[in-house]
């Protein structure tokens, strides 16, 4: 009776679960799946590697120049994040604590496009960001550059991720026991020593997820590296445009695509093998 | 006890550093109000000679199609959260509450679009849509931002449910409500708030997507995005920098009421 019971309840479960996850298959699943396939399909449907190959000859110093800005820009992140939340954990004056939690959070809510648009006019030669070191007399008139090149992406992309991470960790660094905080600050350790020995290893785990999800959205943003710096090297989203709306060429472009997943895995593989670290320490 | 009080040196440094980091997070935005503003901005000049409301003008006549792209974005931003949450709420009630064997799997499946490079899912959706006349339609861009949409519907909708009270709905199935009556009236009231705000974060989330809808909308879906990057890689600041603006209104609206929807205690029941 039960049984009979629990079966129907379990069969009417998956029903209403059954949409929502055709939704995820049909129109995310199977096109990731078909990425690979069209990846290593030759033209009479064979399989070959001609077009990593082609992928790799054109475009192997933007795969280098795309692994390298999102590297850069996930470590900036990840200091970022860690100093702001740690003085918002530890910072002794709650009206500079106040005014720093009020003023983080504003780039969380700017979509990836718009931070492309006001990175190309704040960064330009004749940027604010120019116009106030002038001003304040910090470079010559003459000395002033554009910085719309790779670190203009790393800007737009730090100032933009920075805050995310930043909520995640400030949120876990909250959730803390404040006694153990209090007995190491009585101890007379200073606040950079408890932030590094005592909050920092327990709230890793959460860190690490934020920084790897961002590592993974900053590979597949199309807007920012298109609208800061499109020209060569750029990042693998602007050739994978380029390849599909110029040339039409989904082969070259479906391998580009399957080369950045396998970077987004090695992103997946370093989180893993700490996150493992962490459980086997407790 | 020696009391902690504020030095002067230490203060002033402290002014310093707040005042350098509302510099880093308000210049750029800043920058983009000038734009917004500026008649005729030359270099080298520090701010416009001449500030006015031309360009504005010029964005919402009816031949600057800003109008056009704001109705096509939130028609389409409509739609995915009425999309998103039909399908997200069955399947978050019965991951909060229903015996699911694989659930954790599931929940992870409704990761993927935030775990995984999405480029490759927009190039080849569009191709495949291209092929059965989906591409260019709304449809096809809601069911591309849906989607993605699912991700944050599916978590904190579980969440929302999870968040009530089972107490309250055994009450009322004593009472002699039906299943159906008893999720009407007591577990989808009490979720509510939960609902609205994911129901936000979707619609916020469709309003700003650009890739997918670069690759599936082309060539007769132009969103507010889309439009704003046309004029700005056609070297239009002025016109690029009022659809951005016109693009945060809603976001930074949503910032300043989402506490008041999403609790913290929904917040804290994410994931579990």
Redesign the interface.
């Given at each position: 009776m039960t049984d009979a019971k629990e079966t129907s309840a379990g069969w009417r479960a998956y029903a209403l679960v059954v949409p929502a996850l055709a939704v995820i298959v049909l129109f995310f699943v199977l096109p990731l799946a078909l990425s690979g396939v069209l990846a290593f399909r030759a033209k009479d449907g064979g399989l070959t590697f001609d077009h990593f190959a082609k992928a790799w000859d054109l475009y192997r110093t933007d795969l280098l120049f795309t692994v390298g800005i999102v590297l850069l820009s996930t470590v900036l992140i990840g200091v970022v994040a860690i100093a702001i939340a740690g003085y918002l954990t530890l910072g002794e004056n709650p009206r500079a604590v106040a005014i720093l939690r009020w003023l983080y959070r504003w780039p969380l809510f700017i979509p990836f496009i718009v931070t492309g648009q006001v990175m190309r006019t704040f960064l330009a030669k004749n940027g604010m960001l120019n116009h106030v070191l002038i001003g304040s007399g910090l470079i010559e008139p003459l000395a002033a550059q554009s910085m719309l090149d790779w670190r203009g992406i790393v800007v737009a992309f730090v100032w933009k991720q920075a805050p995310f991470v930043t909520l995640l960790l400030a949120g876990a660094m909250a959730a803390l026991e404040q006694q153990q905080i209090e007995a190491a600050r009585n101890l007379g350790a200073p606040r950079w020593r408890v932030l590094a020995d005592v909050i920092l290893p327990q709230v890793r785990g959460t860190m690490l997820v934020g920084l790897v999800l961002s590592f993974v959205t900053m590979l597949s943003v199309l807007s920012v590296p298109l609208m800061i710096n499109p020209n060569s090297p750029t990042m693998i989203t602007v050739d994978v445009a380029y390849r599909i709306s110029t040339l039409g060429d989904y082969a070259v472009a479906n391998a580009l695509c399957l080369m950045s997943l396998v970077v987004a895995a090695g992103g997946a593989w370093f989180y893993l093998q700490h996150a493992k670290r962490q459980t086997l320490q407790v | 006890m020696t009391a902690?009080r504020?030095r002067w040196p230490q203060?002033l440094g402290?002014a310093v550093v707040?005042g350098l980091?509302?510099?880093?997070?308000?210049?750029?935005?800043?920058?983009?109000l000038?734009?917004a503003f500026a008649e005729k901005w030359y270099?080298?000049n520090?701010i416009p000679q001449e500030f006015g409301l031309t360009f504005w003008a010029r964005v919402f006549s009816p031949r600057g199609n800003a109008l056009a792209s704001l109705g096509t974005s939130v028609w389409i931003a409509m739609l995915t959260v009425f999309?998103s949450l039909?399908?997200?709420i069955?399947?978050g009630?019965?991951?909060a509450r229903?015996?699911?064997?694989w659930r954790g799997l599931?929940l992870l499946?409704?990761l993927?679009?935030?775990?995984?490079?999405?480029?490759?899912?927009?190039?080849?959706?569009?191709?495949?849509f291209y092929e059965i006349g989906l591409n260019g339609t709304v449809l096809g861009v809601v069911?591309?931002h849906?989607?993605?949409g699912?991700v944050l519907a599916?978590w904190i909708a579980s969440a929302a449910f999870a968040s009530v009270d089972p107490s309250l709905e055994e009450a009322a199935r004593n009472l002699g409500a039906s299943p159906w009556t008893c999720f009407r009236t007591v577990t989808l009231p009490l979720a509510a708030p939960g609902l609205i705000a994911s129901a936000i974060f979707v619609f916020?989330e469709s309003l700003?997507e650009?890739?997918g809808t670069?690759?599936v909308g082309v060539p007769d879906v132009t969103t507010l995005?889309l439009l704003?990057?046309n004029a700005?890689?056609g070297g239009n600041?002025q016109i690029?920098?009022i659809t951005?603006l016109l693009?945060?209104v809603p976001?930074?609206a949503?910032?300043l009421v989402v506490e008041r929807f999403l609790k913290a205690d929904v917040l804290a029941g994410v994931g579990r």
């Open positions: - | 902690v504020t203060a402290m707040l980091v509302a510099f880093v997070i308000f210049g750029p935005l800043a920058n983009l000038l734009w270099f080298p520090r999309l039909a399908v997200a069955p399947a009630y019965a991951l229903l015996k699911l064997r599931i499946a409704f993927l679009p935030q775990a995984v490079p999405n480029l490759p899912v927009y190039v080849n959706i569009a191709r495949v069911l591309v849906a989607s993605h699912l599916v916020l700003d650009f890739t670069y690759f995005p704003m990057f700005s890689m600041y690029a920098s951005a693009l945060l976001s930074i949503f910032m």
